[in-house]
């Protein structure tokens, strides 16, 4: 470790120089690299600055926050930002942190420019809280220095030896308590901490007191004080309450997107002879309105303190580490698999849910309705074929109810007890005996007009229409295969067996199941959703605690950010998609023709579109009602579209191009092929429904970069 030096250009007096450690962030040689540090000569007699902003201006929309912003934070001192909510403070510090560019204006920040790779902004450049205590609640203390150390490319020494000291600087607990289990002013002291774990020169702090107790406020101000002594830093904190700005050594007033004045809180109440600085700001705001009324500028009170000629105070160049994207993936990973490994009990649901989805939809969705209740009035005298018919009804499938009487039996029908009536007329056996013997036109020629060709009656309610389905396909089978056992029965068969069909099966089973067309479209659904709504909550969850926010300021593109929750879930994934495929083949026993690793790599590129779908729906929602609901308006029509329930052949027109456009049509009809036909990577329904998810999920991510992008910089 070294000490660096931020200079001012005293070559005269090192002692007023900042020192503070450095772990790497820094250029040993700054000669070499850069100009900046002997930009300006001076005398003593000089103000250093370490921030300067000058003339800035922001708007979002047309909306304007701040309008002309000039500022000198100087160095090694307490800079209180002072204004009621919503002027515009931490719209002004996002800029510092370099979250977001200014319309117009300058800032530099020890002469660099917040957002170039020098300034180290966002990034080691500085130390930064935001108004939430940004923590993980289920890591440890040292977790947690270790995360935001990682990410600062510190090494586990660094780390350990920082920790350390910081807990012996700021009080805290020890390091293996969970961040959960500490006092609100302990989370405030932590969150403090891991801004100053990689020792930096600025440290930014966006109303650290904000709903905390008086005592606790004063404690905090006591330690920033301590920390300007014992580590040189300079610091800007924002606040609400104005009064406890007093300790600060220079406070500014901000109002409508402006600021008033930049002065030493007790020189600025002593020239203006007030007691509090609520006062003050009072007194500005009326002298504000009365100038602006007047249109005279009372140069006296808004403008800065600049008595003293303002020296920039520079510093080495940022050292950006060769491959320090890869650190900080890393280090975001890290942190995830920290967190799942934190919460064991909740990756094992994670990791059933699905083949628990899967289970509950093979079990309730698909299979054929069974013990269907059907009532038989059977006249036939004697009742050879209708008996042998009634006997090969399938007694899974029906429910038999026998009735004598016609009245009562279509009673049940009418009432709902029962789906269908089946009834057989008085003569059924010997017309069709006649039928089968050639003796039929015999008898009728006899003037038997009271015969009829025979046939079994049937009264349906067809109000149901997977149950009338059922009912129809069974008695078809039944009829044939009763007509195929009437051989034994009738000496000419042929003349009976009225199936016209001769079947050959290319693909599939004699008797197909609803089940089997089912399952890709319900496996895909489970997977899809459960992997959208695991990324969409868990991110929305740390950009309302704004831990999000404070990864960016501490460098992290929002790509980096992407990739590592990809790379995270991915493992996740695989295991869920795992246990789902053995749940439907080997569980549910559905029949399966094709390779399993087809099956697998189709599944498993749905899930990475599910949560490709989670990070967008993420990436546009405020909390977690908003991504639940995003996130079931998204899901919902994308697997409605897609053929899991109903063939897309049924569809209209119009919808079929959408519908073979969508992530999963072509994956569920990939799947059904391998699944039932057994096709593999040679048939080009096979590749579409592996390409289209693929060409999605790209697009899904850009979508989601492009979204974390425009929340996190404006
Ligand atoms: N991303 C944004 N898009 C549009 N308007 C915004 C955005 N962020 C802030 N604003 C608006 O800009 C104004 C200044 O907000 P800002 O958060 O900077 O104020 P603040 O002084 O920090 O308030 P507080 O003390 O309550 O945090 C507010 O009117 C706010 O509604």
Redesign the pocket.
């Known amino acids: 470790m070294d000490m660096v030096t931020i200079s001012s250009d005293h070559n005269n007096n090192n002692n007023n120089n900042v020192v503070y450690e450095n772990y790497g962030f820094y250029d040993e040689n700054p000669a070499t690299k850069t100009g900046h540090h002997n930009e300006s000569k001076s005398n003593c007699s000089s103000k250093q600055i370490a921030v300067k902003i000058r003339n800035v201006f922001l708007n979002?929309?047309n909306?304007q926050?701040l309008k002309g912003i000039n500022m000198n934070v100087p160095v090694k001192q307490i800079y209180g930002l002072l204004?009621?909510?919503?002027?515009?403070?931490?719209?002004?510090?996002?800029c510092v942190v370099g979250i977001r560019k200014p319309d117009s204006g300058q800032i530099t920040v020890y002469g660099q420019q917040p957002g170039t790779p020098e300034s180290g902004i966002p990034g080691p450049g500085l130390g930064y809280t935001p108004?939430e205590v940004a923590l993980f609640s289920d890591f440890t203390i040292a977790e947690t220095f270790e995360y935001f150390g990682k990410l600062f490319h510190m090494n586990k020494k660094n780390i350990s030896k920082r920790t350390e000291q910081l807990i012996e600087l700021l009080n805290l607990p020890e390091k293996d308590r969970y961040i959960n289990n500490l006092s609100g002013g302990q989370k405030r002291r932590v969150s403090l901490a891991v801004a100053l774990i990689h020792s930096p020169p600025l440290l930014i702090l966006?109303?650290p007191t904000?709903g905390v107790d008086p005592v606790l406020r004063k404690n905090i101000w006591d330690y920033l004080r301590m920390l300007t002594e014992k580590m040189n830093l300079t610091i800007i904190i924002?606040t609400?309450y104005i009064e406890e700005a007093r300790s600060a050594d220079l406070v500014s007033f901000?109002r409508n997107?402006q600021l008033m004045a930049e002065k030493n809180p007790t020189i600025l109440m002593e020239q203006l002879q007030l007691s509090t600085l609520e006062s003050v700001f009072l007194h500005l705001c009326q002298s504000d309105s009365i100038d602006k009324q007047q249109n005279v500028f009372d140069m006296t009170i808004v403008v800065s303190d600049d008595s003293l000629p303002v020296i920039e105070s520079t510093i080495n160049p940022f050292k950006q580490p060769t491959f320090a994207f890869i650190d900080r993936i890393r280090a975001l990973n890290w942190k995830n698999i920290t967190g799942i490994r934190r919460n064991l009990s909740m990756l094992i649901i994670q990791f059933l849910m699905p083949s628990f989805q899967c289970l509950l939809n093979f079990t309730c969705l698909g299979p054929d309705p069974y013990d269907i209740p059907v009532a038989i009035l059977n006249m036939d005298s004697p009742p050879i074929l209708s008996g042998l018919f009634i006997n090969n009804l399938n007694n899974i499938t029906f429910r038999l109810i026998e009735f004598d009487d016609y009245d009562e039996a279509i009673k049940h029908v009418q009432n709902g007890f029962v789906w269908a009536l089946l009834s057989f007329q008085s003569n059924y056996t010997r017309i069709m005996q006649l039928i089968a013997n050639d003796d039929y036109d015999n008898v009728m020629n006899d003037g038997n007009e009271n015969l009829r060709l025979p046939q079994i009656n049937l009264h349906l309610d067809t109000t149901n229409y997977v149950i009338t389905n059922t009912i129809q396909k069974e008695l078809w089978i039944t009829f044939n295969q009763t007509m195929a056992m009437a051989t034994e029965l009738f000496a000419d068969t042929n003349r009976v067996q009225q199936n016209p069909f001769n079947y050959d099966y290319v693909y599939g089973m004699k008797s197909p199941k609803m089940s089997e067309f089912m399952a890709p479209g319900l496996i895909s659904m489970a997977i899809f959703f459960a992997a959208m709504a695991l990324t969409a909550i868990t991110l929305v969850l740390e950009r309302k605690d704004g831990i999000f926010e404070r990864t960016l300021v501490a460098g992290v593109k929002t790509f980096e950010f992407i990739i590592s929750q990809i790379s995270t879930q991915l493992l996740v994934l695989a295991v869920q998609v795992l246990l789902s495929i053995i749940t439907m083949l080997y569980i549910i026993d559905i029949d399966n023709q094709g390779s399993v690793l087809i099956i697998y790599l189709i599944t498993l590129i749905q899930g990475m579109c599910g949560m490709a779908l989670g990070l967008v729906v993420s990436a546009f929602s405020k909390n977690e009602s908003q991504a639940l609901a995003l996130a079931m308006a998204s899901f919902l029509p994308v697997s409605i579209i897609s053929g899991i329930f109903w063939p897309v052949e049924a569809m209209p027109k119009y919808m079929k191009p959408i519908s073979y456009f969508g992530p999963q049509t072509y994956a569920l009809e990939a799947m059904r092929s391998v699944m039932s036909r057994g096709w593999n990577l040679t048939y080009p329904l096979v590749i579409y429904g592996i390409l289209t998810p693929s060409i999605w999920f790209i697009m899904l991510i850009i979508s989601a970069s492009i979204g974390f992008h425009l929340i996190s910089f404006?």
């Open positions: 979002y929309g909306h926050v204004g009621p909510s919503g002027c515009g403070k931490t719209s002004l510090l996002r108004q966006d109303e904000v924002t609400q901000m997107g404006n």
